[in-house]
């Protein structure tokens, strides 16, 4: 421990330490190749996204993150300190929510919680125990054994789990799965007020508009390869095209138009408004009269299925 | 020493909430066993002059008792932790593999001298049982209580399954077990077995054990207490090492 402490006092303080630094991480299982040179940097006060299809690799760069996982090769810092070398400082800085469902049927939820807190040291950590009990509404439950709980209960006992440290730096995986409505909107503010008051947010989640409405900056992993790494805004810019579409309630669709069928309606890709004016053009000289008609910007959800087809 | 004193604390509630099973179970079954072989051997066997054979059977049933709940103890909470997933939560905190080692065999140790304890009271209406040697009672009891603890975090860690772990305690610590001494004197048995029996470390955990009661054994205790410690030494480093390595823990 003595050198661990002593090899961090000497690392110069560099000007921006990021919150989380992965450099050239590797994972193989097996034949399967799960994460191949992987380099990310989150910076302080970040909220960040992590996306890709199912088996991407997200789960296991989480893994990797939180120590559950060691990487082949490569190397990841959290708050600047090693997760092997310094695993003590790396762990105490991180909260995990993870992907699966899990829960210790022996216990309470305030025991639960309780023993969670003990673990990295804290034992008499009841009153912020309590604020995260209050704010996630498990209040109610807190005397609850854990078995007994409804799944998107259960969840929330997860994210209080993730919490009980105070960690600068939260990871979620995939918290919204098989959770309603209402949760799902209270689990976000609560997130959004964690990353106002300075904490670093990270999280996977396969509802893009999730994503698209709260983070900040977005990786796409697609078979443990990042495919894109941008903000948010610029991911969005990168479809050129809105989506025009129309339904006719007579006359011939002109052939000189082009559109794609969706469902009885068409639809043409613009790259300005300024198209709209020619595409109604076309249409009134062939005689036909329009029923419906919206125009449609690209989401991250269009963004992402491009990406993912075209790499 | 950051999480040690509540993964120890959490192990232990762990065991007491069910206590029913994980306490009173067991002690009833070693009642069962005094009462049945007590009753039908009693007038049939004689080991040491002076001690009933229910007299001698009681050390061996309570140490027996001690062994296999520690054992069970860290085997089941943490295969069921593996299988669950919620091993997780004890992985995520800056916990050492130390402070994981110590947490574990020492809840086992304490379930297993609990356990040892209940069968000892439940049996004093029985039998008048001396205890001459205190200091090896406790020593011995320690000792095997924390060895089958190990021993039981070591079957979790290897096993993929929780009926790997009931084929470890079933094809290696019962027969091993039954075949230390507990219901006889080695020296009762023919010379092959007596000879193999002494490659039995738990033969030597009984037999130092019983001659804290009776002042007598089959072996100078001090060889005894050698040997198990050995075990300790060798276990725990087998233990320690798998925990390090976060083998089948960390992928
Ligand atoms: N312990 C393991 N042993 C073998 N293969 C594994 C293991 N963990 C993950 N994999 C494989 O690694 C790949 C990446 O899995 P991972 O769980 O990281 O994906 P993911 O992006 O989290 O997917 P999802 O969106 O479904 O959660 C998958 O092909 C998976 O089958
Ligand atoms: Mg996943």
């Not at chain 1, 673990?119 to 109610?140: C, H, K, P, Q």
């Amino acid at each position: 421990m003595a050198s661990v402490e002593r090899y961090r006092i000497r690392r110069p303080g560099r000007a921006v330490m990021a919150a989380i630094e992965v450099r050239q991480v590797s994972k193989r299982f097996g034949a399967l190749q799960a994460l191949a040179d992987i380099d990310l940097e989150v910076r302080k006060g970040e909220f960040f996204g992590l996306l890709g299809p199912n088996g991407a690799g997200k789960t296991t760069l989480i893994s990797i993150l939180a120590g559950l996982a060691r990487a082949n090769t490569g190397s990841v810092r959290i708050m600047g300190h090693d997760v092997t070398l310094d695993y003590r400082s790396a762990r105490r800085a991180l909260g995990v929510v993870p992907q699966e469902l899990v829960f210790d049927p022996f216990f309470t939820v305030r025991e639960t919680l309780r023993n969670q807190s003990g673990y990295f040291g804290l034992r008499a950590n009841d009153r912020w125990i309590d604020e995260v009990m209050e704010s996630l509404d498990l209040t109610a439950k807190a005397d609850v054994n854990m078995r007994a709980l409804s799944g998107g209960m259960k969840r929330r006992v997860l994210v209080a789990q993730a919490l009980v440290h105070k960690p600068p730096v939260i990871v979620l995986d995939e918290p919204t799965a098989g959770v309603d409505v209402e949760l799902r909107q209270g689990l976000w503010q609560f997130v959004k007020r964690l990353n106002s008051d300075g904490h670093t947010i990270v999280l996977t989640t396969h509802y893009l508009e999730e994503a698209e409405s709260m983070c900040a900056r977005i990786a796409m992993l697609k078979q443990g390869r990042f495919v894109a790494l941008d903000s948010t805004a610029n991911l969005l810019r990168r479809l050129p095209s809105m989506h025009l579409r129309l339904r006719l309630r007579s006359g011939q669709w002109p052939a000189a138009l082009e559109a794609v069928d969706a469902g009885g309606a068409r639809v043409v890709k613009l790259r300005s408004y300024g198209e709209v004016e020619s595409v109604l053009t076309v249409l009134r000289e062939a005689r036909c009269e329009i029923e419906e008609m919206d125009l449609q910007q690209p989401d991250l959800e269009d963004v992402f299925m491009e990406i993912m087809r075209s790499k | 020493m950051t999480g040690f004193p509540t993964l120890l604390y959490k192990e232990v509630l762990r065991f007491r909430k069910v206590a029913f099973q994980t306490v009173a179970a067991p002690v009833l079954t070693a009642l069962l066993y005094l009462l049945i072989f007590g009753h039908v051997m009693d007038r049939h066997v004689r080991v040491y002059e002076a001690v009933s054979y229910t007299t001698f059977l009681v050390p061996g049933l309570v140490m027996m008792s001690v062994l296999q709940n520690s054992f069970a103890n860290s085997s089941s909470s943490l295969i069921q932790s593996k299988m669950t997933g919620n091993v997780v939560f004890v992985l995520l905190p800056p916990i050492s593999y130390l402070e994981f080692f110590s947490a574990y065999v020492l809840a086992a140790a304490i379930r297993g001298l609990v356990v040892g304890a209940g069968v000892l009271l439940v049996t004093t209406p029985f039998v008048a049982l001396p205890a001459r040697e205190l200091h090896w009672i406790v020593l011995f009891a320690l000792a095997g209580s924390v060895i089958l603890g190990a021993l039981g975090l070591i079957a979790a860690i290897l096993a993929d399954k929780i009926d790997q772990v009931q084929a470890f305690q079933n094809f290696l610590i019962m027969p091993l077990t039954f075949l230390s001494g507990v219901f006889y004197s080695v020296h009762s048995l023919p010379a092959f077995w007596q000879g193999l029996s002494h490659y039995n470390p738990v033969f030597y955990m009984i037999d130092g054990f019983r001659r804290g009661f009776f002042g007598i054994s089959d072996v100078d205790p001090r060889m005894g207490f050698a040997v198990v410690t050995g075990c300790f030494i060798a276990v725990s480093a087998v233990a320690l090492m798998l925990l390090k390595r976060g083998y089948k823990l960390r992928y």
